[in-house]
């Protein structure tokens, strides 16, 4: 009997749940996805949305479908009390979280980043990762399940690295953009400091 509670009580045994818990969550959102490529996709491929509120509109919306996993990746994660976009954003990704979804936040890294990735982090035990290489991105995106991704696009400047909203947003209905973005949230999500 001690060796099991000693067992459950260790952090080593909670670490390889939770190993286990993201890779199971990683292997239904690649199943989704495979299912959802075999869906047959009709008209435009790429939906420009024509303003930022329809942009966290649709945001928010497809955070609120989501069933299984939602990865987002942005310059700047906000604590809710700076803008109007990041309270909308951090609620329906704590209420995604509540009802079970993996949910993944990568940001760029820097003292601004700290008051709201410990909102998420610790307020709502959402994974954030910060990643200096997203302090010289202009593309953000959320991606949904493996069925919807939205893109927000922004001139940043690389030398100085500042934050600059998005100025373009669309909605892609492609799997091949869509995977073409999910492997490089892979990638910066592996080379970030956790």
């Known amino acids: 009997m001690e060796f099991v509670l000693g067992i459950l009580t260790s952090g080593v045994f909670w ?51 989501a069933r299984i996993a939602i990865s987002l990746c942005l310059h700047t994660v906000h604590a809710s009390d700076v803008n109007w976009k990041a309270q909308r954003i951090n609620r329906a990704l704590a209420e995604a979280r509540k009802r079970g979804l993996t949910v993944r936040v990568l940001a760029g890294t820097g003292q601004g980043q700290l008051p709201g990735a410990y909102e998420l982090q610790e307020g709502n035990d959402i994974d954030v990762r910060l990643n200096p ?31 600059l909203p998005s100025h373009s947003w669309a909605l892609l209905k492609t799997m091949a953009l869509a995977d073409a973005l999910e492997r490089e949230f892979q990638r910066l999500w592996i080379s970030s400091a956790a």
């Open 15 to 65: 670490a390889a749940v939770a190993a286990l818990a993201a890779v199971g969550g990683l292997f239904l959102t690649w199943w989704l996805g495979r299912w959802h490529r075999e869906q047959p996709l009709t008209g435009r491929s790429v939906d420009e949305l024509p303003d930022e509120k329809t942009f966290v509109d649709s945001q928010e919306a497809a955070i609120n479908n």
């Open 133 to 163: 290489e997203m302090l010289h991105s202009d593309l953000r995106f959320l991606k949904v399940d493996a069925a919807e991704t939205l893109v927000g696009v922004a001139n940043t400047t690389p030398a100085v690295s500042s934050y």
